[in-house]
């Protein structure tokens, strides 16, 4: 009877261990995980941070009696120190004791990723922090509590950073966002994000973007940030938010060759180059469908699937991963935004000939009371007229990210974008229309695809 050990309890870990024992109820699955924390939603952090989320347990997908009572071993507080791939053996300290080591038959890496800790003098300040554990959060809860800060400057302006500007201003705290790109949220296209930055200062957060920070200095209480071009702003709490790295230290030491981004290389059943050792999640390599490589894109939805696949075969099943879209949403204040596929010039990168157009429709009739705009950016191949990205932006409220949903769903299945135009969607007035908004913006694309325009 095959032991599976499993190394790490957040997305993967949990998705491959609940899997295994699916797949074989017989098959004794361990966890490791090296903090108290068994499959809780760091995505969650910011509103429990925010007041939103008064009680943090509940960020808890699942109690540690619900795993448990799926006939999985959990051994909280237990870090994996080193692995030894020739006997089949892992070597690991829980809190408190002696190092001891453990057998395993099948391993499962999913150590995941940690934040990217930039070189800024004065990083470690007290008041500057970053975010990205339950831990980390627990740290800036107590300094919210205990210091009462008024003022608030987050480096970086992807989905936490936007998360954390909205989190902290819910809280009644002046907040200043800076990027180093020339806008807001990188991962979708400049003028979206100049227009997402403007919705962000409407709302009272102070958005300096093109900024790099170069030193945090600290008098008494107060933070002194500066940067480049031209920036100093005083404040009482510092969120670096810069991005992850993910964390192989372990891996490596093993003899695993690092790849992308310092990610390791796996296969598409999730193996590693090592033998019965597979890996999943925020550390590996991920497979993009579109571009039929691996490249390294840490998101939750993803760490789920390829967990599951890795927890899979680890059981002695045929699984493998279907591929990545890139597929994300994020809502910051009353907007959500949203991306799936290729930008125009991830396309060029991949040898498409891209055309991206605008269009912008209501989420339902608008004689029905309630009715908000969309703005769609579609993405869609020239010359085959292959559908290849979409962006959103729009109400929260308005389905935003269902509807990027069915571009995923399209670019799963290879559709040009004339084929969305087929899809039998449902209607009613006060949810949508007989031709639903991404049909109208698929409709444009090839209106202006066939005239010869752009944008």
């Not at 490589?293 to 998101?299: K, S």
């Not at 974008?417 to 090839?446: F, I, N, R």
Request: aromatic share 6%; glycine share 10%; hydrophobic share 45%.
């Amino acid at each position: 009877m095959a032991h599976i050990l499993i190394i790490g309890g957040s997305d993967a870990g949990i998705s491959a261990a609940l899997r295994a024992r699916e797949v074989d109820p017989t098959a004794p699955v361990t966890m490791l995980v090296a903090d108290a924390f068994p499959n809780y939603s760091i995505c969650g952090l910011p509103f429990y941070l925010s007041g939103e989320v008064a009680d943090w347990h509940q960020l808890a997908h699942r109690t540690l009696g619900d795993i448990e009572s799926a006939g999985i071993r959990v051994r909280l507080n237990t870090r994996a120190l080193a692995i030894d791939p020739a006997s089949h053996t892992v070597r690991v300290q829980t809190e408190s004791q002696a190092p001891e080591t453990v057998p395993y038959d099948k391993l499962v890496i999913g150590t995941g990723a940690e934040p990217i800790r930039p070189p800024i003098p004065g990083v470690d300040h007290p008041g500057v922090f970053l975010l990205h554990s339950m831990a980390d959060s627990f740290r800036v809860a107590a300094h919210l509590d205990t210091h009462q800060p008024q003022r608030a400057l987050i480096i970086g302006a992807g989905y936490i950073g936007l998360e954390m500007a909205d989190a902290l201003r819910h809280r009644g705290l002046a907040v200043t966002v800076a990027e180093q790109a020339p806008a807001v949220l990188p991962t979708i296209d400049p003028d979206l994000g100049g227009r997402l930055g403007t919705h962000l200062t409407a709302h009272g957060v102070a958005v300096r973007t093109g900024i790099r920070i170069e030193r945090i200095t600290r008098t008494g209480d107060t933070l002194h940030v500066t940067g480049s071009p031209s920036f100093a702003e005083d404040t009482d709490l510092v969120l670096v938010v810069v991005g992850v790295q993910p964390v192989t230290d372990l891996a490596h030491a093993a003899g695993l060759a690092l790849g992308l981004k310092g990610a390791i290389p796996v296969d598409r059943t999730m193996a590693t180059a090592l033998p019965d050792i597979y890996a999943a999640g925020d550390c590996v390599e991920t497979y993009h469908r579109l571009l039929g490589a691996p490249t390294y894109l840490p998101l939750g939805t993803t760490a789920h699937k390829q967990g599951r696949v890795a927890g899979d075969n680890a059981a002695g099943g045929d699984a493998h991963f279907a591929g990545s879209l890139g597929t994300q949403v994020v809502k910051v204040f009353d907007w959500a935004i949203a991306r799936t596929g290729f930008r125009d010039h991830e396309a060029v990168a991949a040898g498409y000939q891209p055309q991206t157009v605008e269009f912008t429709a209501w989420d339902h009739k608008a004689y029905y009371p309630g009715a908000r705009e969309l703005t769609f950016r579609i993405t869609g191949d020239r010359e085959t007229g292959r559908l290849l990205g979409a962006q959103m932006l729009g109400h929260w409220q308005a389905a935003v990210a269902k509807r990027i949903d069915f571009f995923a769903m399209a670019l799963y299945h290879q559709m040009t974008v004339a084929q969305c135009l087929e899809v039998d969607l449902s209607y009613t007035p006060p949810l949508g229309s007989p031709w639903d908004a991404v049909q109208m913006a698929a409709e444009h694309w090839l209106r202006v695809a066939r005239s010869g325009r752009s944008r």
